[in-house]
């Protein structure tokens, strides 16, 4: 089992950036998958981000592509999401998830994570 607690949300305005962070405790960090997913109220948990346990592999979802990066620091048990040029529609409730199984491609859909935070708020407005 991992624990996971999310840091750096907050408010921010269109075309500003923000970088969240996903501290972990327990053991087997440094072999998952790890992702970041974002809800709306009344919408589905959306995978934004992932990336695998050597942090060689990333998955953006298309909304994301070419203004959000993921990375992982194993050394320190510590994942980051940098958020570039934030749009209103990236107004969500940010969620950090470490998949069920070590060493493999990490998932991408919210059944192949069995750890999560408690979530960060990211406010952006226009």
């Known amino acids: 089992q991992v624990g996971l607690v999310e840091s750096g949300g907050g408010l921010a305005q269109a075309g500003d950036s923000l970088r969240l962070s996903c501290a972990a405790s327990g053991v087997f960090f440094a072999s998952r998958g790890l992702a970041w997913f974002r809800q709306v109220p009344g919408k589905e948990r959306e995978i934004v981000a992932a990336?695998?346990?050597?942090?060689?592999?990333?998955h953006y979802a298309d909304s994301v592509k070419d203004r959000f990066t993921i990375s992982r620091d194993n050394a320190n048990d510590t994942m980051y999401l940098q958020m570039n040029s934030l749009k209103p529609e990236d107004t969500a409730v940010y969620y950090c998830a470490a998949d069920r199984f070590p060493l493999g491609p990490v998932a991408t859909h919210v059944e192949g994570f069995g750890s999560w935070g408690q979530g960060t708020q990211v406010t952006v407005s226009s």
């Open positions: 990336i695998d346990w050597s942090g060689e592999h990333t």
